[in-house]
């Protein structure tokens, strides 16, 4: 079993920055590849971004391309998602998962295990 904290979401207004965290407890948190997606109501989940177990190889969805940046730290077992030029599109309920493979993917149903969210609302 994997355990998956989210962190760091809030309110800012359009243009600004948040960054989000995600610690991980439970096993080996270099064998998992990472993913964050997000939710926003209404529609369904939707991929973010995703980095491989070991760091370095990175993937984006083309709408945060540019303007957020996905990163690990092993030693703290924790990956952050940095958002910056944040718009009113990305409001949403942010969710970190876990993916027992080498690289991460972009479908949800890559992904064992799951955090609980935490809520981004960008005002305009």
């Known amino acids: 079993q994997v355990q998956l904290v989210e962190s760091g979401g809030g309110l800012v207004q359009a243009g600004g920055s948040l960054r989000l965290s995600c610690a991980a407890s439970?096993?080996?948190?270099?064998?998992?590849?990472m993913g964050w997606f997000r939710q926003a109501p209404g529609k369904e989940r939707e991929f973010v971004a995703a980095?491989?177990?070991?760091?370095?190889?990175?993937l984006y969805s083309d709408s945060v391309k540019g303007r957020f940046t996905v990163s690990r730290d092993n030693a703290e077992n924790t990956v952050y998602l940095q958002m910056n030029s944040l718009k009113p599109e990305d409001t949403a309920v942010y969710y970190c998962?876990?993916?027992?493979?080498?690289?991460?993917?972009?479908?949800?149903?890559?992904?064992?295990?799951w955090g609980q969210g935490t809520q981004v609302t960008v005002s305009s």
């Open positions: 439970g096993r080996t948190f270099s064998n998992y590849a």
């Open positions: 998962a876990a993916a027992a493979t080498y690289y991460g993917g972009i479908y949800a149903g890559e992904y064992e295990y």
């Open positions: 980095i491989r177990g070991t760091g370095g190889r990175t």
